[in-house]
């Protein structure tokens, strides 16, 4: 979602990950990209009976890339929330609209709508010309910033915060004054893949890491929640109304309402802050909040890597739940699981969308998938008893099959925008991306896939990494080919489906014929159970994998299946009366049809099986 510079913040970040696992030799001018750079000193003057504001602010660009840059844009987000901006007309004409979007932009009145108006702006202090395009301001430069050059922007613009709608506004469902996230003018992400310059229809975002000198000024009451370090004490700000802070490496977002109650919890260097209105029905919830929270960081800091940021934020306020760097913004009323839940998946963004930041437009899948992964490995964990002995993906996998089946699923690598319908762009970031990282624990084995997501995000924290160089960590990792699987589950939508075809079980020898209805191929694990309790455990990995997974205990590997091959037979020397066959008895791949998975015997009747 960012870049990144240096700073002392970087420095002590890559040390204690240094403490943890050794660095790589990471060649840095062989990294596809580069990381700009931008610091932001900003005063903001909230009006809050207009539901307006005014800002000005210094932005320090540092272009890091090989290019000089002849133009440049911001983000004007809150332009999106006007009568037929983009993001209206899409959410009325999908055909599965947003229920939280729906046809409201199209019906607010005038004094309600979102809007950004850049009134002045300079470059090195001599004036620019500038338009300003829906939710983007293009800005023609005096002369080209060069390589490795600064270019200092000052400007000041007016805005009107809109009504509550899609993550930003005042006055939520739940009587939130000012949720405030993606609310300034930001400047557009420069990279190896050139300018990102999508209008903003409500999806993903994609930006720079940047350092943030924030004053808010506000009437005296408020109590402000946010990213960043709060400068002075708390209740002075809540009486003068002026709140300053301080950030490395983030997006700035925030949240405001006289009627917050701010509690923290502290896990080691890091203090978890709380922000929320008091309610009967639901603080207990709030109450319990903290200690969860806690643990859930704990969890992912050894699941992943080290949270490298000092604080983290939950706030009341939104229209669901909205990550972003160092906080969050969720909806309160809810029951303790509902709320341990959401607050859970919007930290564990922190991670991928905030650290690795990877182009959530473009692989969606590579911070939702990921943080849904991860997501649901820490609820298990937090919740033990209630999960004993469930598949803590099973949900996931279900969504994905089913959308697979439906016929309706599109490509991984569609961008986040230009999905058909809501639904596809859902199962596709969120399920079939955590499917595509809970199912390589059946290609290299599960502690190898576990090692594997600790080596990414140690080596590619703070460097917007893609799919390529995730899937060289886990090739190293696993010392095998994993082109075909990522090409596969990606790029296409062709589905996983291996079936038993036909068993016979002669005197001596026990042969099993299995075929491939689906078009992708996966290794296979085959368990055989015979009569007496016994099992025999087989492993058929895929000639194009160049290897296999480690094998378990008792686990006999059998020769690769070539792709090109639809069925493959087995020829195993037994006299053992079997009970049952199953392919992928563990449930690890998603394939499409499980009724073709398994056999079962009648002991009494023939030991053979031929599927019509």
Known sequence: MFGIHSSSFQRAFFGLCAAILLLPSTNWSQYPGYQQAADYTMTIDLDTTLHQYHGEMTVVLKNNSPDALNRAYFHLFFNAFQPGSMMDIRSRTIVDPDSRVGDRIGELPEDEWGWIHVENLQVNGKPVQFDHDGTLLDVTLNAPIGSGKKATFKME??????RQIRRSGWMNKEGIEYSMTQWYPKLCEYDHDGWHTEPYIGREFHGIWSDYDVTINLPAGYLVGGTGTLNGQEDASISSGAWHFTAENIDFAWAADPDYIHTTEQLDDVTLNFYHQANPDFDAAWEGLPGYTAKAMAFLNDLVGPYPYPQYTVIQGGDGGMEYPMATLVTGNRSERSLIG???????HS?????????????EF?????????????????FTEAMAGKNPHRSSYSSYISQALSGQEEPLITHADHYQTNRAYGVAAYSKGEVLLAQLGAVMGDAARDEGLKTYFKEWAFKHPGPTEFKRVMEKTCGMDLDWYFQYFMQTTHQIDASIESIEAGNDTLTITLARPGVMPMPVDLLVTYTDGSEDAFHIPLVMMRGHRPLEENEFLLDDWAWTHPTYTIEWPTSKSIQRVDIDPLRKTADVHRANNSVVFDTQKSQQFLRN
Do not use: I, K, R
């Open 157 to 162: 613009w007016d805005a009107q915060v809109p």
């Open 342 to 348: 959401v607050t859970v998946h919007e930290m564990a």
């Open 351 to 363: 991670w991928f969308q905030a650290v690795l930041a990877t182009n959530e437009s473009l692989y």
């Open 366 to 382: 590579m911070d939702e998938g990921m943080t849904s992964y991860v997501t649901s490995l820490c609820m298990s964990h937090l």
